[in-house]
């Protein structure tokens, strides 16, 4: 079936469309599953990045403290969850500088995935708040620093990072 991407906009909305769109190298085929687009759940790539972002965003709310990353003391960040997690986001600055070079902009859908997948099992498996006190900060401040990750690449990206969903 040919659709107009009008079409797919109107049907998916300004989000899903942009990040499906961008899941591919400008010189391959697309192949565009609307009704993936449309759901609300894990298995929507867009969904599950946005969800990642509010849930974050909530750890923080829930947690009711300031946090600096500065001041945190990221040896206390030594389970796997957590070194996974701070690897993926220390390569933040390595993907922008590599799609900055070469303009493959898929690179960034792939990696903002692989960073929400993270988060979501050190979520998962990591306790944060409630923890002694110097690992909560570490802690808080590494679920900071993906929600900012996760947001700053949304953005480049022109999709929206949802505080709540």
Not at 2 to 22: H, I, S, W
Not at 111 to 130: D, N, P, Q, S
Not at 149 to 165: D, H, N, Y
């Amino acid at each position: 079936n040919f659709v107009t991407a009008e079409e797919v906009l109107a049907q998916v909305g300004k989000d899903a469309f942009r990040f499906f769109m961008l899941q591919y190298a400008p010189r391959s085929g697309i192949q565009f599953d609307i009704g993936l687009a449309k759901k609300h759940s894990k298995d929507n790539p867009v969904y599950y990045v946005q969800y990642a972002h509010a849930r974050a965003t909530s750890v923080l709310k829930k947690a009711k403290k300031r946090v600096d990353p500065k001041k945190a003391d990221w040896r206390l960040c030594e389970s796997d969850p957590e070194t996974m997690l701070i690897k993926q986001v220390l390569a933040y600055q390595e993907v922008i500088e590599e799609t900055s070079h070469d303009f493959e902009v898929q690179r960034l859908t792939r990696y903002v995935y692989e960073l929400a997948r993270i988060f979501t099992r050190f979520y998962e498996t990591t306790k944060v708040i409630g923890v002694p006190k110097e690992t909560e900060y570490a802690r808080l401040a590494l679920v900071m620093v993906t929600k900012q990750v996760i947001a700053r690449t949304l953005g480049v990206l022109g999709i929206s990072a949802p505080e709540k969903m």
